[in-house]
């Protein structure tokens, strides 16, 4: 066991007035499973990157371990997959890497396919096993979880579970509760380590926010009270001062001396009571300031004339002779949450773009209402690009309402200005959701909806969604949210 340390750590991109980090400190265990987690755009692929010396920096990054990072480029993908590992670990025993392939339930025979052939998921598992058969090498795993359904995340956590000496980058709660034994997040004002899994350091989270919010409401109250007080004390002086020049009631010489003294003294007390407000005020100014922005999300869906929207009757696609999946009979019921559920290549997609009115190949009875109006979510995020008012514009909905969500998603005014093909492959799954919440729809759509996007903001699509109670239709991996969402799901066997 070594120290990784941080010192000092300030950090911002070229032509940046803000900086992403600025005099972090920290050190961390090189046999810690170390889960990352932190709203989009704060800046954790960055500090892998700096971790890895990709950027410059002021401050410190000290360690006695060498620093890979997950998913690394395959440069020749063509190439059968042992030789696409040879490439990157040159001197690897093929006995280690057979028995890593064992751990994660994939076939020895990988090896002799091409890299290209092998499945997202088996790439993904391939990629993990040649990283972990390296020795004095600490392990940098952004985001393993995208490409990868819910049966292979179990499969894959597990694993990890078994290592140590990583960082792992995830907003999959269920995820990071299997593998890591501390959580390093990026707040908004600092950057800060428990040890623990997510459950434990969002449940320490939330007690530190309630406690922080009564602290600062009871601080407003003492506020507001000093502040009455030193008003009045003050006012108080200033009358007694006034008499000084003046006569008693009775018609005898005043005592300036004894009201200078009283009003002195009363003017003491009125400073006294001011420190304690600015003290008061200054203790405030602690609280809050890693408090997310979690405002509520809103959805405004129509309501359709009759309880059924579709139905799939024994539902077969095909492409050509490849059979993607067979026998899919379900409806969809107006108020249902109804999650696609099925290893990768089992035709979830095919049938959200088969309900969405795309040209699929397919058999059996589908039928679906004309007047049904449908706001769909793709996985792929690649098309965006340029400025947001132009895309609100082009997708016809409401420019103020779609920042609106945008902002309560944890997006700065500043991100506004930016060309969205710039984003984090989590802002621009904001886009798309912020997109979707600003349409009106009977049937709401969603392949995937999830990948990238923080946890904090899963949750508050989640509450969104029990609150407005939506026809939704998805895909999505993170068994969290499929618990706490779906009202149905249709399991699909490729």
């Given at each position: 066991?070594?120290?990784?340390?941080?010192?000092?750590?300030?950090?911002?991109?070229?032509?940046?007035?803000?900086?992403?980090?600025?005099?972090?400190?920290?050190?961390?265990?090189?046999?810690?499973?170390?889960?990352?987690?932190?709203?989009?755009?704060?800046?954790?692929?960055?500090?892998?990157?700096?971790?890895?010396?990709?950027?410059?920096?002021?401050?410190?990054?000290?360690?006695?371990?060498?620093?890979?990072?997950?998913?690394?480029?395959?440069?020749?993908?063509?190439?059968?997959?042992?030789?696409?590992?040879?490439?990157?670990?040159?001197?690897?025993?093929?006995?280690?890497?057979?028995?890593?392939?064992?751990?994660?339930?994939?076939?020895?025979?990988?090896?002799?396919?091409?890299?290209?052939?092998?499945?997202?998921?088996?790439?993904?598992?391939?990629?993990?096993?040649?990283?972990?058969?390296?020795?004095?090498?600490?392990?940098?795993?952004?985001?393993?979880?995208n490409h990868l359904d819910s049966h292979a995340r179990k499969l894959v956590a597990d694993y990890l579970n078994r290592k140590s000496g990583?960082?792992?980058?995830?907003?999959?709660?269920?995820?990071?509760?299997?593998?890591?034994?501390?959580?390093?997040?990026?707040?908004?004002?600092?950057?800060?380590?428990?040890?623990?899994?997510?459950?434990?350091?969002?449940?320490?989270?939330?007690?530190?926010?309630?406690?922080?919010?009564?602290?600062?409401?009871?601080?407003?109250?003492?506020?507001?009270?000093?502040?009455?007080?030193?008003?009045?004390?003050?006012?108080?002086?200033?009358e007694v001062e006034s008499t000084k020049n003046g006569t008693r009631n009775s018609g005898s010489k005043v005592d300036k001396g004894y009201?200078?003294?009283?009003?002195?003294?009363?003017?003491?007390?009125?400073?006294?009571?001011?420190?304690?407000?600015?003290?008061?005020?200054?203790?405030?100014?602690?609280?809050?300031?890693?408090?997310?922005?979690?405002?509520?999300?809103?959805?405004?869906?129509?309501?359709?004339?009759?309880?059924?929207?579709?139905?799939?009757?024994?539902?077969?696609?095909?492409?050509?002779?490849?059979?993607?999946?067979?026998?899919?009979?379900?409806?969809?019921?107006?108020?249902?949450?109804?999650?696609?559920?099925?290893?990768?290549?089992?035709?979830?997609?095919?049938?959200?773009?088969?309900?969405?009115?795309?040209?699929?190949?397919?058999?059996?009875?589908?039928?679906?209402?004309a007047q049904l109006k449908i706001s769909y979510v793709a996985q792929d995020t690649s098309h965006l690009r340029g400025d947001l008012s132009?895309?609100?514009?082009?997708?016809?909905?409401?420019?103020?309402?779609?920042?609106?969500?945008?902002?309560?998603?944890?997006?700065?005014?500043?991100?506004?200005?930016?060309?969205?093909?710039?984003?984090?492959?989590?802002?621009?799954?904001?886009?798309?959701?912020?997109?979707?919440?600003?349409?009106?729809?009977?049937?709401?759509?969603?392949?995937?909806?999830?990948?990238?996007?923080?946890?904090?903001?899963?949750?508050?699509?989640?509450?969104?969604?029990?609150?407005?109670?939506?026809?939704?239709?998805?895909?999505?991996?993170?068994?969290?949210?499929?618990?706490?969402?779906?009202?149905?799901?249709?399991?699909?066997?490729?």
């Amino acid at each position: 066991m070594s120290q990784i340390y941080v010192s000092n750590l300030t950090f911002a991109y070229e032509g940046s007035y803000d900086n992403i980090f600025e005099n972090v400190h920290f050190q961390i265990d090189t046999d810690w499973k170390l889960g990352f987690t932190g709203r989009n755009g704060r800046g954790k692929t960055t500090f892998l990157r700096l971790m890895q010396g990709q950027l410059e920096y002021s401050g410190t990054i000290s360690a006695n371990v060498e620093f890979d990072y997950f998913p690394f480029e395959v440069q020749h993908k063509e190439y059968l997959t042992i030789d696409v590992i040879s490439e990157v670990y040159p001197d690897f025993l093929q006995w280690k890497l057979i028995r890593e392939l064992n751990w994660l339930k994939v076939s020895e025979d990988v090896l002799y396919r091409p890299f290209n052939t092998l499945s997202n998921g088996e790439q993904t598992k391939v990629l993990l096993a040649a990283l972990f058969i390296k020795d004095n090498h600490f392990l940098l795993i952004d985001e393993p979880t995208n490409h990868l359904d819910s049966h292979a995340r179990k499969l894959v956590a597990d694993y990890l579970n078994r290592k140590s000496g990583f960082i792992l980058v995830s907003h999959d709660r269920a995820f990071l509760d299997r593998c890591v034994d501390h959580i390093l997040s990026i707040n908004k004002t600092n950057i800060e380590i428990q040890k623990g899994n997510f459950s434990t350091w969002w449940e320490n989270k939330q007690r530190q926010d309630q406690f922080e919010l009564a602290q600062n409401e009871k601080l407003k109250r003492d506020v507001q009270r000093l502040s009455d007080s030193a008003k009045r004390t003050s006012g108080w002086s200033h009358e007694v001062e006034s008499t000084k020049n003046g006569t008693r009631n009775s018609g005898s010489k005043v005592d300036k001396g004894y009201i200078g003294h009283k009003a002195a003294k009363m003017m003491k007390r009125s400073k006294a009571i001011q420190q304690r407000q600015l003290s008061a005020i200054e203790e405030k100014s602690k609280l809050l300031k890693n408090i997310e922005n979690t405002e509520s999300l809103q959805i405004s869906p129509l309501p359709f004339y009759k309880e059924r929207l579709a139905e799939l009757d024994h539902i077969s696609v095909s492409y050509g002779a490849n059979p993607v999946c067979e026998d899919v009979t379900f409806e969809i019921q107006q108020g249902e949450r109804i999650a696609l559920s099925g290893a990768n290549g089992s035709g979830k997609s095919s049938i959200l773009k088969l309900v969405c009115g795309e040209d699929i190949p397919y058999n059996g009875g589908f039928h679906k209402d004309a007047q049904l109006k449908i706001s769909y979510v793709a996985q792929d995020t690649s098309h965006l690009r340029g400025d947001l008012s132009e895309y609100a514009k082009s997708c016809g909905i409401d420019e103020s309402l779609f920042k609106s969500i945008l902002r309560k998603l944890d997006f700065s005014r500043l991100q506004f200005e930016k060309d969205i093909s710039t984003y984090s492959g989590g802002q621009k799954k904001k886009v798309l959701i912020a997109r979707s919440l600003s349409e009106r729809a009977h049937l709401y759509i969603w392949d995937e909806p999830l990948n990238f996007v923080d946890v904090i903001s899963r949750i508050q699509i989640e509450e969104l969604l029990l609150e407005y109670t939506p026809t939704l239709l998805f895909v999505e991996h993170d068994s969290e949210f499929v618990s706490n969402i779906a009202t149905k799901v249709v399991e699909l066997s490729g």
